[in-house]
């Protein structure tokens, strides 16, 4: 299965709050954008957030803003 | 060695991956651009914004449809199977989407909330919480109506035609709109400028626009 854990700076204040251009860049990077790959899963710290059987979800800011607060 | 996915372009325009030191998957119609990656490497927000640089960098030269970041393939075999499962589909999207840019317009409140959420006090009884909820949720809904207003003048202003524009409202707490719209090269002057007449008549909002960027909302994954 691909991979790719995402470090914890992700979800960092800066990109995450007020910094409102460079969360729309990462929105864009994280959640939209063609996939080829069948299985993907994102984790923040080790805990993965989303996996999907066939299709790939990767999770925007805020969805890793309100998981990274549980971890 | 695993592959990062970067972009899809046209199997004529494969040629570009040596440029910018990408390895290249082609197949008939289509072609993947990758860069070598250790799938044990942790990624954050230096290698997110990577990301762009390599897909605006293909983007800059050739038409592309960028990927979403994140696509991970345990070798070249791999990359290639998946590829030609999809290829019909992206060479049709290529054609459609790869000569336009993206440019996203966002909306974001002058007024943030006085208080984030979680620094709320308990409320003193029943009665208290409720009745904060509800000015909670009426705050809500008039800034959701508002944010529909918006979109409608934006629309209105940019004068788009309804594919080629994707827009959220209140996607955040500290913004009123998200919007993507797509358009050639030579209409981004045009539209910067409606944008910026736009915004200034929007007094409860900071308005701003980015890009061109690849076409990242609209290319689709199905």
């Known amino acids: 299965m691909a991979r790719v854990p995402l470090r914890r700076d992700v979800v960092t204040e800066q990109v995450a709050t007020l910094d409102v251009p460079l969360v729309e860049l990462v929105d864009r990077l994280l959640n939209r954008g063609v996939v080829l790959t069948g299985e993907v899963t994102i984790s923040v710290a080790g805990v993965d957030l989303i996996y999907l059987g066939l299709s790939v979800v990767l999770s925007g800011v805020d969805t890793i803003r309100r998981h990274g607060a549980d971890i | ?222």
Do not use: K, N
């Open chain 2, 1 to 222: 060695m695993s592959l990062l996915l970067r972009a899809i372009v046209a199997a004529e325009d494969a040629g570009v991956a040596a440029d910018l030191g990408l390895f290249s998957v082609s197949g008939t119609r289509a072609a993947a651009l990758a860069s070598a990656w250790d799938t044990a490497r942790a990624a954050g927000e230096a290698e997110l914004l990577d990301h762009h640089r390599i897909v605006q960098a293909v983007f800059e030269r050739v038409p592309c449809l960028p990927a979403r970041f994140g696509s991970a393939f345990a070798d070249e075999e791999a990359l290639r199977l998946r590829l030609a499962l999809r290829e019909v589909d992206l060479a049709a999207q290529l054609v459609r989407l790869g000569h336009r840019c993206e440019l996203a317009i966002t909306c974001a409140w002058r007024e943030q909330e006085a208080l984030p959420r979680a620094t709320i006090v308990p409320a003193r009884s029943g009665r208290a919480y409720l009745e904060r909820g509800l000015t909670q949720m009426r705050v809500e809904r008039a800034r959701e109506r508002r944010a529909e207003a918006i979109v409608a003048r934006l629309l209105s202003e940019l004068a788009i035609e309804p594919a080629f524009i994707r827009h959220r409202i209140c996607p955040r707490p500290a913004v009123a709109v998200s919007m993507s719209v797509l358009v050639t090269r030579d209409e981004i002057e045009e539209m910067s400028s409606r944008v910026e007449r736009l915004g200034a008549q929007l007094g409860d909002v900071t308005t701003v626009m980015q890009g061109p960027w690849a076409p990242y909302t609209f290319a689709v994954s199905e």
